[in-house]
């Protein structure tokens, strides 16, 4: 994977109902040089009006309330285009949804993340 000039001013949403797979991947998406904001739920998402200015989206599927699914179909009915990366205990859950990068499994290969999100980007661009 390679660096880009871009990288610093790309901002990855992470939503993630469980607080510890929010600090990890902060953690390595910080590392990698990425602008990373987190929510520990999609209402928590759309009420920050988080879509407006996210490239990437980092989500689980199963949550609380609206699901990462729900919040996909919701962020296109809403006119959102954002390349989506869905990391769960239940990969299959995702498998025919547009805009959708990768649907990884938990835990997933920090690698395989990696290159997802340069995908997600070269998509979006």
Same mark, same amino acid.
């Given at each position: 994977?390679?660096?880009?000039?871009?990288?610093?001013?790309?901002?990855?949403?992470?939503?993630?109902?469980?607080?510890?797979?929010?600090?990890?991947?902060?953690?390595?998406?910080?590392? *990698? #040089?990425?602008?990373?904001?987190?929510?520990?739920? @999609? +209402?928590? $998402?759309?009420?920050?009006?988080?879509?407006?200015?996210?490239?990437?989206?980092?989500?689980?599927?199963?949550?609380?309330?609206? *699901? #990462?699914?729900?919040?996909?179909?919701?962020?296109? @009915? +809403?006119? $959102?285009?954002?390349?989506?990366?869905?990391?769960?205990?239940?990969?299959?859950?995702?498998?025919?949804?547009?805009?959708?990068?990768?649907?990884?499994?938990?835990?997933?290969?920090?690698?395989?993340?990696?290159?997802?999100?340069?995908?997600?980007?070269?998509?979006?661009?």
């Amino acid at each position: 994977m390679h660096d880009t000039p871009m990288r610093n001013t790309t901002t990855i949403a992470v939503v993630d109902d469980d607080e510890s797979v929010r600090t990890a991947l902060k953690s390595l998406l910080r590392s *990698s #040089g990425y602008h990373v904001r987190t929510y520990c739920s @999609a +209402m928590d $998402f759309l009420d920050a009006n988080a879509p407006a200015d996210t490239h990437c989206l980092i989500s689980d599927i199963q949550m609380p309330g609206m *699901s #990462g699914l729900e919040l996909h179909e919701q962020l296109g @009915a +809403m006119g $959102f285009q954002i390349p989506t990366i869905f990391i769960t205990a239940y990969p299959h859950l995702g498998a025919n949804t547009p805009r959708l990068v990768a649907c990884l499994p938990k835990p997933c290969e920090t690698d395989r993340l990696l290159n997802c999100i340069e995908a997600a980007l070269r998509q979006r661009h």
